[in-house]
C-alpha cells in the first residue's frame, strides 16, 4: 500500500480509537453539534476547491472533499473540545484557537511532506 493511503487510513481509524475513552452519554450529547460542524467544513471545502484555494489529493477520497481528514482528526477533534469546554466559553475559545493554530502550522507541514 502506498504511503499516502496509510497515511490516509491512520488518519480516519487513530482519531476514532480516543472516542473509546468518551463516555456513551457524552458522546451522544456531542454528536450532532460534530455533525453539523463537519457538514459545514464539507461544504466550505466544495466553495474552496471550486476557488481553488486548496486542492484535495488525497487518494482514499479523490475530489472536492477530503473525507479521511473530515471523518477523522476534525470529527473527534470537534467532539472532544465540547466535551471538555462546556459551558465555559472562554476555555472553548482558547482550547479551539490553540488546536487550530496546530492545524494551521504543523500540521499542514506534515501532510505536505506526506502529500495528501
Known sequence: ????????????????????FMDKKSLFRFLPVASFVNLFI??????????RWWVNKNPLSPGNVDFSYILGPYFVATLWIFKLTYGNFPK?????VL??????????????????
Open 1 to 20: 500500500m502506498k504511503k499516502k493511503k496509510v497515511f490516509s487510513l491512520a488518519m480516519i481509524i487513530i482519531p476514532w480509537l480516543s472516542v473509546l
Open 99 to 116: 488546536l487550530n493554530t496546530l492545524n494551521a502550522f504543523p500540521m499542514a507541514y506534515v501532510w505536505e511532506k506526506v502529500g495528501t
Open 92 to 96: 472553548y475559545f482558547i482550547t479551539n
Open 42 to 51: 464539507s461544504v466550505f471545502s466544495v466553495i474552496s476547491n471550486k476557488r
